[in-house]
């Protein structure tokens, strides 16, 4: 929930900064964030590790990326969660566009949805936080994916929608509404999987390992996310709904992989 926290307030600051003083402003704001996060690290000193170094670092790198890609979970993960991640990207473009575009709202408003996405996913982390995850992980993961397909496919009749104020265009509170619910939805849904993301990870992960693999596996997850970006960016140029249709299919790819790829139960690897 640390990270949520910013999820929430991050985007409304954003976009009532970008209105008020501008773009290049903002920018220097968010930069002084990271500036003030890497102070943060000042002094604080890593835990002891049994963990052994070859004294290279690309051939400790190396190791983690084959230890990760021999675990059967970490493996089904990086595939499923990296193309979970491709709506996450498709939404940083789609979002913006049908807010600004379709329903003809100010830079402001966009960040409404992010922040409704951030709410709703601390209150299911704080709710799912309370369970006994084992033996559950495995639904956590799949179901939350499907629904995500389902939360994305709200936006459908706004991608086809004509722009505000012409003919057959979509009410704005309407559709506005609808934006927000597709991505409280989304957030909702992420309290869950994140939670049995971690939890599968961390205990199917050898601790000697734990450090490079994490690495390698927040890594190979993340890799949809500038992909679904740069491909909903080029095709909506086109088609919002094609966008969006993308996100829809990548939701479903990544429940086929959880289904297909991550083992059920706990075992060796």
Not at 61 to 73: E, K, M, S
Not at 90 to 118: D, E, K, N, S, Y
Not at 163 to 188: E, L, N, Q, R, W
Request: some cysteine; aromatic content about 8%; charged content about 5%.
């Amino acid at each position: 929930n640390g990270y949520v926290v910013a999820q929430i307030l991050g985007p409304p600051v954003a976009a009532a900064l970008f209105v008020i003083v501008g773009g290049p402003a903002t920018f220097v704001v968010i930069a002084a964030g990271y500036g003030i996060a890497a102070v943060a690290m000042v002094g604080v000193v890593d835990p002891p590790s049994t963990a052994v170094s070859t004294g290279s670092l690309l051939r400790d790198a190396w190791q983690g990326l084959v230890y990760t890609w021999r675990n059967p979970t970490l493996r089904g993960l990086g595939f499923a969660i990296s193309a979970l991640n491709i709506t996450g990207g498709m939404t940083t473009i789609v979002i913006p566009l049908l807010v600004i575009q379709r329903l003809g709202l100010g830079p402001g408003a966009v960040g409404v949805p992010f922040a409704a996405a951030g709410l709703a996913g601390m209150a299911s982390s704080l709710y799912f936080g309370r369970l006994d995850t084992r033996g559950r992980e495995w639904r956590m993961l799949l179901l939350p994916a499907l629904g995500q397909a389902a939360a994305v496919a709200l936006l459908l009749p706004l991608g086809a929608a004509a722009p505000a104020g012409a003919h057959g265009s979509i009410a704005v509170v309407t559709g506005f509404a609808i934006v927000v619910a597709s991505s409280a939805i989304s957030g909702a849904l992420s309290g869950p999987l994140d939670i049995a993301l971690f939890t599968v990870r961390q205990r199917r992960t050898d601790p000697a390992w734990m450090g490079r693999a994490f690495a390698v596996s927040m890594s190979f997850n993340f890799l949809g996310y500038p992909f679904g970006a740069a491909l909903a960016g080029n095709v909506a140029a086109a088609s919002i709904t094609a966008s969006i249709a993308i996100g829809v299919v990548a939701c479903f790819l990544a429940a086929g992989f959880i289904a297909t790829m991550v083992p059920r139960t706990d075992g060796p690897g």
